[in-house]
């Protein structure tokens, strides 16, 4: 018996998949923050680490991890070492 008992692996994975396409709280309003900024007609690009973390009110370490965890779920992609690259993909 595993950790978590009786487990089938293929439900497991199942599971899985769909925890990590949902979103939370926050990762939402990093999206909606990245959307707002690229459409506000004075900037028509993406944000920065640091101005995300500005507008948000947070640490920059923690803007970084969430664009990570979007990347990772599918909703944007960033090309790594350079600035102002994301693209919201949903």
């Not at 990762?27 to 920065?48: C, F, M, N, S, W």
């Not at 779920?73 to 790594?80: A, R």
């Amino acid at each position: 018996m595993g950790l978590f008992g009786n487990i089938n692996p293929v439900s497991n994975i199942y599971f899985t998949e769909v925890v990590l396409k949902e979103l939370t709280v926050r990762q939402k309003e990093v999206l909606e923050a990245i959307r707002e900024y690229i459409a506000d007609p004075d900037h028509g690009y993406a944000p920065t680490i640091r101005e995300l973390s500005e507008i948000l009110k947070i640490y920059p370490k923690c803007v970084y991890d969430h664009i990570r965890t979007l990347e990772r779920k599918g909703y944007l992609h960033k090309e790594d070492g350079k600035c102002r690259t994301m693209v919201l993909l949903k």
